[in-house]
């Protein structure tokens, strides 16, 4: 461990034990705002909040955007052509959207005909907007395993108002998530660096990597904001100054989606793991922490210069 490790953190303990004697620089903003939690700034969009709308030009844009890229994977069905020329959308002059409509890729299958066969023919104002793809396993097998999802209420869905729902929240105080920490094994470890703006902000968090499978979390640690979730040093320390493992250590149940791979798990339950959420921040924690300790140059240099003498690693 590099001795500035160790002064910072025994300086702390000193200055707790000598109290006003120790010189101690409070940390500043970053200290207060972990303890008292932060505004979030609220966005203010037309189509936000209780009765919000969409204006047509929006809404144009929008569906350019769909039609040139991300109609290539997702589907519109519950929009018909018809919804793209009425009030309240975005308008498009009915003539253009029959065009459109007779010209999108994605053909409707109608029918049966006079001898009984299904057949294709092009879309009318009447029909949905149809993606690429005939049903969920033909999606899935093109793209990897994973579905994406039909666009036509997706805005709701994924609400940027902050009326909108829970997990939605936490993210947007989230400053850094450090994962990959390979000493020892695997990417079990994910540290995730935020700034608590409410109480239980951390428990989403941690939940929240829980069931984020790309992460492979098995340990899930939250730090505040203003430490570096990287500095594995920064970390652990964070894990002893500031987690009461009983208050602040939690554990799920071991129906998590886990890897096959991972060894602790008992055979006859491989792909099942229980995870481990730890709080390491100082926010809400129903007090306030003491303000950071940091020796001065000088004093550093001097316990340094004397380190040796004792002995010391
Ligand atoms: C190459 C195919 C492809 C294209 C093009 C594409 N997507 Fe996706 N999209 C996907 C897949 C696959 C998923 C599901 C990912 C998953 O489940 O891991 C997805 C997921 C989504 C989601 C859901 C994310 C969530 O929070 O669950 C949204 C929203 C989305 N896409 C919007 C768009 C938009 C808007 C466009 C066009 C700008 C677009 N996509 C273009 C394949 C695509």
């Not at 709701?156 to 998530?177: C, E, I, Q």
């Not at 470890?189 to 941690?206: D, E, F, K, M, S």
Request: proline share 9%; with cysteine.
């Amino acid at each position: 461990m590099p001795t500035d490790m160790l002064i910072r953190r025994l300086l702390p303990l000193a200055a707790g034990a000598l109290g006003a004697l120790v010189p101690a620089a409070s940390h500043g903003a970053g200290e207060d705002q972990g303890a008292h939690g932060v505004h979030i700034e609220r966005q203010d969009w037309t189509f936000g909040g209780f009765g919000g709308q969409f204006e047509a030009a929006q809404l144009q844009r929008g569906f350019q955007i769909y039609k040139d890229v991300c109609v290539a994977c997702h589907g519109l069905k519950r929009v018909y052509f018809r919804n793209l020329a009425q009030p309240g959308g975005p308008e498009f002059p009915e003539q253009a959207v029959k065009a459109l409509a007779a010209d999108w890729p994605n053909k409707v299958v109608d029918g049966p005909d006079d001898s009984g066969k299904m057949f294709e023919r092009p879309a009318k104002l009447f029909d949905p907007i149809l993606g690429p793809f005939r049903n969920d396993q033909e999606a899935r097998a093109a793209q990897n395993g994973a579905l994406p999802p039909d666009l036509s209420v997706i805005a709701k869905a994924r609400n940027p108002d902050y009326t909108g729902p829970f997990w939605a929240h936490p993210f947007s105080m989230l400053r850094d998530v450090a994962t990959g920490y390979q000493e020892g094994g695997a990417n079990y470890i994910v540290v995730i660096a935020a700034t608590p703006a409410y109480p239980g902000h951390v428990r989403q968090l941690i939940h929240a990597a829980c069931t984020q499978e790309p992460l492979g979390a098995k340990w899930i640690i939250v730090v505040d904001g203003d430490v570096n979730p990287h500095d594995w040093e920064e970390v652990t320390w964070c894990l002893w100054s500031r987690a009461q493992p009983q208050r602040d250590l939690f554990t799920t149940s071991d129906r998590e989606v886990g890897n096959y791979l991972d060894p602790s798990v008992d055979p006859a339950r491989r792909g099942y793991t229980s995870k481990v959420g730890i709080d390491a921040t100082t926010a809400f924690k129903g007090f306030d922490f003491p303000p950071l300790a940091e020796p001065s140059a000088a004093l550093k240099e001097r316990v340094l210069r004397r380190w040796p003498e004792y002995g010391l690693p």
